[in-house]
């Protein structure tokens, strides 16, 4: 790509493109999904366990552990993640495990992590 100018000097209005964006763009539910979706991955403690679930599925005592919290702090945020989707849990006798719950959570996670490791 080419160099990218700071600020825009130019006075011309490209109405077309404006209109078209203008009806509903700031109400659009599909917009205001994508925005909520990412908001649950800002959290430092959500993006710990995904890293955690990206490797192997695991019980909130080992999770716990491993984040150095509380079992209820973990199942918190388990329960988080488990609302909007992104994870979901299987009941073994006593013990809940957490894994990812579609390839597509996963895929997007691995990618975001992809992108960022380019500048590390």
């Given at each position: ?5 700071k ?13 078209m964006f ?31 679930l ?46 990812y ?20």
């Open positions: 790509m080419g160099k990218v100018e600020g825009c000097d130019c006075r011309i209005l490209h109405e077309d493109i404006v209109k203008k009806r509903g763009f700031n109400q659009n539910p599909l917009l205001l999904k994508l925005a909520d979706f990412f908001h649950i991955l800002s959290d430092n403690t959500r993006i710990s366990i995904l890293s955690v990206d490797q192997n599925e695991i019980c909130v005592s080992d999770l716990s552990s491993i984040l150095n919290m509380t079992k209820s702090a973990v199942s918190h945020q388990l329960r988080i993640l488990k609302d909007a989707g992104f994870v979901k849990c299987e009941k073994r006798g006593k013990e809940i495990f957490y894994s719950a579609s390839e597509d959570v996963r895929g997007i996670f691995e990618i975001a992590l992809n992108h960022i490791s380019k500048d590390l």
